[in-house]
């Protein structure tokens, strides 16, 4: 059998997201495959920032079990720019790209 490369490959998770998916490794499309049903089961997503209208984007809603998670997320992309979600609170809302961010800030 050929060894999952890529987004494929199992990657470690940090303390919070281990918690949250009970698992300690998974490939990065099974991650967010598992983060986005729990976001829509728990209606999760918005079409608003932080209770304003915006054009089209869609939002996610930190709620109680996502904030750990979301608030170990400041980096730098490598655009240049930065996501820092360590001062969200609960019921702000993270856009999609910030959503990648995330991910990649609870991985070793």
């Given at each position: 059998?050929?060894?999952?490369?890529?987004?494929?490959?199992?990657?470690?998770?940090?303390?919070?997201?281990?918690?949250?998916l009970g698992a300690k490794e998974l490939?990065?499309?099974?991650?967010?495959?598992?983060?986005?049903?729990?976001?829509?089961?728990?209606?999760?997503?918005?079409?608003?920032?932080?209770?304003?209208?915006?054009?089209?984007?869609?939002?996610?809603?930190?709620?109680?079990?996502?904030?750990?998670?979301?608030?170990k997320t400041k980096s730098t992309?490598?655009?240049?720019?930065?996501?820092?979600?360590?001062?969200?609170?609960?019921?702000?809302?993270?856009?999609?790209?910030?959503?990648?961010?995330?991910?990649?800030?609870?991985?070793?």
């Open positions: 059998m050929e060894e999952a490369k890529g987004l494929n490959k199992p990657v470690t998770l940090k303390s919070e997201l281990a918690e949250f490939p990065r499309t099974e991650i967010t495959k598992k983060l986005w049903d729990y976001i829509k089961k728990n209606g999760l997503q918005t079409k608003t920032a932080n209770g304003k209208p915006e054009n089209g984007g869609k939002f996610i809603v930190a709620d109680a079990k996502l904030l750990p998670i979301f608030k992309s490598k655009s240049g720019k930065l996501t820092d979600l360590t001062g969200l609170k609960e019921g702000q809302t993270i856009d999609m790209m910030q959503m990648a961010a995330v991910v990649g800030a609870n991985v070793e």
